[in-house]
């Protein structure tokens, strides 16, 4: 499956983003969905998580309150409200898809998509 991630760019603090991950095949519906980034200079992350209906979602302790993770499967998109944002928030944002269902915890996935910009000022 090809992920394509849009919606980044430069914001200031205090301003909110939601970023988009379009996939390829019609079986993205039954894939979980994890949203990751990369700081500058830093490791990847984990950001967020969704399984595949929905139900289910998972978030790193520094986005909790800020960012929500949502999906669409008619449109075979994923998304990531990001608001509240802060300087400590810029990086490259990844998308990523799991075709075996595991547990949102386990944080593997089998798919990556290329990577948006964001970039918050202060």
């Known amino acids: 499956v090809q992920l394509q991630a849009s919606g980044g760019g430069l914001v200031r603090a205090g301003a909110s983003l939601r970023l988009s991950c379009a996939a390829s095949?019609?079986?993205?519906?039954?894939?979980?969905m994890g949203w990751f980034r990369q700081p500058p200079g830093k490791e990847r992350e984990f950001v967020a998580a969704i399984t595949w209906s929905g139900g289910t979602t998972d978030y790193a302790d520094s986005v909790k309150g800020r960012f929500t993770i949502s999906r669409d499967n008619a449109k075979n998109t994923v998304y990531l409200q990001m608001n509240s944002l802060k300087p400590e928030d810029t990086a490259v944002y990844y998308c990523a898809a799991d075709e075996r269902n595991r547990r949102l915890t386990s944080r593997t996935y089998d798919y990556w998509g290329q990577g948006t910009q964001v970039t918050v000022s202060s």
């Open positions: 095949r019609r079986t993205f519906s039954s894939y979980n």
